[in-house]
C-alpha cells in the first residue's frame, strides 16, 4: 500500500533555531499534501494545504513565514519551523493525498515528527 | 461550534463490554466519513469509513444520519489491545480530513 516517509521522528532543538521536517511518498504520486499538528490531549489540527508546484494555502492563525514549506516534487514536501519557540512544540504530521480520479481520494499519514523547543 | 465534535471520554471498560462512541459534525456539505484510531504518541490510523448504510468489520460497526449529522462507531467484545483514542474524521473530496478530538477508550482485564 501507499507509503509516507516522514523524518525525523524526533527532534529536539534550541529556542531561536530552524528545523526540517520532510514527507516523503515511497511509492505513489503525492499531488497535495497536509501538514497537521497535535498538542496534547488536542484533536490534529490542520495547519496548511500545499499542492506540488504551487504555494501552500494556511488555515487562519497559522503565519506563512514562520511554517515554511515547499513541495517542489511529487514525492517530497517538506515543513520548516523557523525560529522555533517552546510554544512551538507540538507532534507534527504530514498527510498525502493522491487522486485516483473522479471523487475517490486516498488519505495515507506519515508518522509524525515530535518536536520539543527547549 | 467546532466542525467535528466528539466526547472525549474516558471510557473505561472491562474486556469483552460493548461500546459506542458519537459523533457530530457541523459542515452539511461533508462527504466522506470515517474513524480513525490513534495509539499514543503516533500517526492516526484508518479504522473504517463510515456509509449511511452503515458498515460492519469484525467487531466494529459504523454508521452514519446524515440528517442528524451523527456519526457512531461500536465496538463488541473489547479487547484490551482495542485501548486507544478514536478520532472521528470528516471531509469533502479533495479537501483536508478534519479530525475531532477524540475519545479514549481504555479496556481493562
Known amino acids: 500500500g501507499a507509503v509516507v516517509s516522514q523524518h525525523p521522528s524526533r527532534v529536539i532543538c534550541k529556542s531561536g533555531t530552524s528545523v526540517k521536517i520532510e514527507c516523503r511518498s515511497l511509492?505513489?504520486?503525492?499531488?497535495?499534501m497536509f501538514w497537521y499538528r497535535q498538542f496534547p490531549k488536542q484533536s490534529l489540527m490542520l495547519m496548511a494545504t500545499s499542492n506540488e508546484g504551487s504555494k501552500a494555502t494556511y488555515e487562519q492563525g497559522v503565519e506563512k513565514d514562520k511554517f515554511l514549506i515547499n513541495h517542489a516534487s511529487l514525492t517530497l514536501s517538506t515543513l520548516t519551523v523557523t525560529s522555533a519557540h517552546p510554544e512551538d512544540s507540538s507532534f507534527y504530521i504530514c498527510?498525502?493525498?493522491?487522486?485516483?480520479?473522479?471523487?475517490?481520494?486516498?488519505?495515507?499519514f506519515g508518522s509524525g515528527t515530535r518536536l520539543t523547543v527547549v | 461550534r467546532k466542525e467535528v465534535e466528539q466526547d472525549p471520554g474516558p471510557f473505561n471498560v472491562p474486556e469483552g463490554a460493548t461500546v459506542a462512541f458519537n459523533c457530530t459534525y457541523s459542515?452539511?456539505?461533508?462527504?466522506?466519513f470515517f474513524w480513525y484510531r490513534q495509539d499514543c504518541r503516533k500517526e492516526p490510523k484508518l479504522l473504517m469509513s463510515v456509509y449511511s448504510s452503515g458498515n460492519e468489520d469484525g467487531r466494529f460497526t459504523a454508521q452514519l444520519n446524515r440528517a442528524s449529522q451523527y456519526i457512531s462507531l461500536l465496538i463488541r467484545d473489547s479487547k484490551l489491545s482495542d485501548s486507544a483514542t478514536y478520532l472521528c474524521v470528516v471531509t469533502q473530496a479533495g479537501t483536508a480530513l478534519i479530525f475531532g478530538k477524540g475519545t479514549t477508550l481504555s479496556v481493562s482485564s
Open positions: 459542515n452539511s456539505a461533508s462527504q466522506s
Open positions: 511509492d505513489f504520486q503525492a499531488t497535495t
Open positions: 498527510s498525502a493525498s493522491n487522486s485516483r480520479g473522479g471523487s475517490n481520494y486516498g488519505y495515507t
